[in-house]
């Protein structure tokens, strides 16, 4: 059930700790007795789960769970739509279960290697101006608090724990049940085609309209910039053939391998952008398939990544303004950089609490694992998304402290106010719950090793 001195990494290996224990509980009661156990020995306890999280946010150096044996679904109610299921499931483990019922998730993000509860914690989001995140579709929940205790919520029943709960960052409590409002199955159609850059910028608000979930993929070196639209469709499946999936795996090596190349020869960056949106990106691509094979796409490999959400109708004067600071840039710029939107909640700590967002997120990736420079791009794009009121991805390494986040979440206090009912001896406050949501804390980013030489003798977006 537990191992000593646990040493744990995230996907990416861009964060790591080592825990006293490691647990893996079977049942709710188990981990009813690790909290206690914790409690009463003043152990900090985390859950982790895929370690798809950028960030330290479920790093602890006390007690950490898995709850991956926590995996069944416990009820499907097919009239409403429901499941209700164990926390620790996979996302990638409900979608066939889900099916076989006729039912599906309403829109998912990139990957579904997390869990249920973890996705949760930190508003995992899709895009569609008329869908919510994934807390939104949660109507009812069960958590151990950190006395050991028990608890239910949902809207009609512990209202201020749900609201709070639904987005918890992992300093309420432990999830185990959660009950999803899910749809009838359905297959998507996705059409990507390109479009200008500037076309993006004039249009927008009516493009966003035009699918049922639309996003844009922008190529910033060149300013290229791919559409996807997303529809719900009765066509029947029609799938790239398989040379098409093997042309993207090779595609995937080389651009990792000159990404690679590139560590040492900044100025082959926007060669190797202009390479990449040839091979894949400067056509029409159609493609039918059930709706969580087309709201997934590969990730590709190691990297660290942020994202942060605006204002809706501040998305095209922040895009612009982000063109802008990159046009100075002699640090490495990935690509590509992901826009999407999400329709406003009311969740405490959504990132869409009371507004229309788009998300805009940025990568670098660390091609055959290396170290790459990100801190100066961090530095202009965290600079940008600040001006326009912008709210940081809990999940993504950010540099926004309490007396910042205060002012964007109006109802972080009443969260404070519920997490210290819950966990009133910390026991779920790690560094990173410390460093964001206590006062007088200064966030930095983590250190990296001497990059220096990843820097260009002058800005190589502005040349072009």
């Not at 993006?200 to 699918?211: E, G, H, N, V, W």
């Not at 091979?279 to 994202?307: A, H, L």
């Not at 002012?407 to 009443?414: C, F, G, I, Q, W």
């Not at 560094?431 to 990843?454: K, M, S």
Request: proline share 7%; hydrophobic share 40%; net charge positive.
């Amino acid at each position: 059930m537990a191992d000593p001195k646990f040493a744990y990494a995230n996907w990416a290996n861009t964060f790591s700790c080592t825990a006293e224990r490691c647990f893996e509980p079977e049942t709710e009661a188990e981990v009813v007795d690790i909290v206690r156990s914790a409690r009463t020995h003043r152990k900090e306890v985390k859950v982790f789960g895929a370690g798809h999280s950028p960030s330290d946010l479920p790093c602890s150096s006390g007690y950490m769970l898995n709850l991956d044996k926590l995996c069944h679904v416990l009820q499907v109610n097919i009239a409403r739509c429901t499941v209700t299921v164990e926390a620790g499931i996979r996302l990638f483990q409900l979608h066939p279960v889900l099916r076989k019922y006729g039912l599906a998730i309403s829109v998912l993000g990139a990957i579904s290697d997390q869990s249920v509860a973890g996705a949760i914690a930190t508003a995992t989001h899709g895009t569609g101006v008329t869908f919510g995140n994934m807390s939104t579709m949660v109507t009812k929940l069960r958590l151990v608090d950190g006395t050991g205790a028990i608890v239910e919520c949902s809207a009609d029943n512990k209202p201020r724990i749900f609201d709070a709960a639904r987005c918890h960052i992992g300093a309420l409590g432990i999830i185990t049940q959660v009950t999803l409002q899910c749809e009838p199955a359905f297959r998507l159609e996705s059409v990507q085609h390109p479009i200008p850059f500037d076309t993006m910028i004039r249009d927008l608000p009516q493009l966003i309209q035009s699918a049922e979930h639309t996003k844009f993929i922008w190529f910033p070196y060149h300013n290229n910039v791919v559409i996807s639209k997303l529809n719900r469709t009765t066509k029947p499946i029609s799938r790239p053939p398989e040379p098409w999936a093997l042309t993207q795996q090779k595609d995937r090596f080389i651009y990792e391998l000159e990404l690679y190349a590139s560590r040492f020869l900044p100025s082959l960056l926007p060669g190797i952008e202009q390479r990449l949106w040839s091979r894949g990106f400067n056509k029409t691509i159609r493609t039918v398939d059930w709706s969580e094979n087309i709201f997934n796409f590969d990730c590709m490999f190691p990297q660290y990544t942020t994202e942060w959400a605006i204002p809706q109708e501040c998305a095209s004067q922040a895009i612009q303004a982000l063109d802008k600071a990159l046009s100075q840039a002699r640090y490495p710029i990935h690509f590509p950089i992901e826009i999407r939107f999400v329709k406003q909640d009311n969740v405490w700590l959504s990132p869409s609490y009371n507004q229309d967002v788009c998300y805009i997120g940025i990568v670098v990736y660390k091609p055959f694992k290396s170290e790459v420079t990100y801190h100066a791009l961090w530095h202009d794009f965290e600079k940008v998304m600040r001006s326009f009121r912008g709210r940081p991805h809990w999940a993504k390494f950010h540099t926004m402290a309490y007396e910042d986040l205060v002012k964007r979440y109006p109802k972080l206090p009443d969260f404070l106010k519920v997490r210290e009912e819950l966990d009133p001896d910390g026991i779920f406050v790690n560094d990173y719950i410390r460093r964001h949501l206590f006062p007088g804390n200064i966030p930095t980013l983590p250190e990296q090793p001497n990059v220096a030489n990843q820097l260009a003798s002058r800005p190589l977006k502005s040349k072009l």
